[in-house]
């Protein structure tokens, strides 16, 4: 079995730069100028991007996932969504329930990794801390009755770029009832309400998020992440607002 052969190219680097990957040629690990610098491409590159996604779904609410968007299930959406952005690993936070069955046969050829997880937990927060132990980087959540479809990139980028605790999916609607909102200064949104009456603001809640792991730190004593968690970050200065203006509905 031969090693495929790799492409060859030139690149110019600033000299105290080479100079720095040569020091990294150790002769064992990094044995050449050319590996360390794959190497370190290769670790760059995984720490600027995100490919885990949660999804939190109420076992009562397992079949809306199931219900048809433009031909498929929702769920089937949300997994093509996700792979369509470099994703490929995904977990589904939610109850046993009669459906469960239904939704493993749904997953079963997905293209991507699709692990469900079973957690009994009194709001949506409490349900993520599920997945804890298994999150490294930045992650994306969604709500698991949502269908989505924008420009996740841009999303994953202004993230990254803003090095926040939390950047929130967002757009305007006329009528804000059942929505939360979102008061905006700048990227920043520094005040949020879950399902106000009214609000002074038609910026609502798109029920995508993306968070640091170290979001976890501040779970303590939160319940809902619309109710607990987001007003504390606005409080903070962690929480970023994303506009998607893309394709969303709510199938609960």
């Known amino acids: 079995m031969t ?28 044995r050449s100028r050319s590996q360390a610098v794959e190497f370190f491409l290769k670790k760059g590159l995984q720490e600027q991007s995100i490919n ?25 959406n949300q997994l093509d969504f996700f792979a369509k952005y470099g994703i490929n690993n995904v977990y589904i936070v939610t109850q046993h329930t009669k459906n469960i069955n239904l939704l493993l046969s749904e997953i079963s050829d997905a ?15 409490q349900a993520l801390q599920a997945v804890k132990d298994k999150i490294k980087n930045s992650f994306i959540v969604m ?23 939390a950047t929130m999916g967002l757009m305007t609607r006329e009528k804000i009832l059942g929505y939360g909102t979102a008061i905006l200064d700048g990227d920043f949104i520094v005040d949020f309400q879950e399902k106000p009456k009214q609000s002074s603001t038609n910026i609502v809640n798109a029920g995508i998020y993306i968070f640091k792991p170290e979001v976890f730190e ?16 606005a409080r903070l200065k962690q929480l970023i607002g994303f506009f998607t203006y893309g394709e969303y509905e709510h199938l609960g």
């Not at 885990?52 to 089937?76: D, F, P, R």
């Not at 698991?144 to 605790?165: P, Q, R, S």
């Not at 501040?218 to 970050?233: G, H, I, M, T, Y």
Request: glycine share 4%; no cysteine.
């Open 3 to 30: 090693n495929q052969r790799k492409p060859k190219i030139a690149i110019s680097l600033d000299k105290s730069l080479l100079d720095l990957i040569d020091s990294k040629v150790d002769g064992s690990v990094i």
């Open 218 to 233: 501040l779970f303590e004593n939160v319940s809902r992440l619309e109710k607990d968690l987001f007003p504390k970050l």
């Open 111 to 125: 293209k991507i990794n699709v692990e469900i997880i079973e957690k009994e937990a009194k709001g949506n927060a």
């Open 143 to 165: 709500s698991g009755d949502t269908y989505n479809n924008f420009n996740l990139l841009k999303m994953i980028k202004k993230h990254l770029e803003l090095d926040k605790m």
């Open 52 to 76: 885990t996604a949660v999804l939190l779904i109420k076992g009562e609410h397992q079949k809306n996932l199931l219900k048809k968007v433009k031909g498929k299930s929702l769920i089937k």
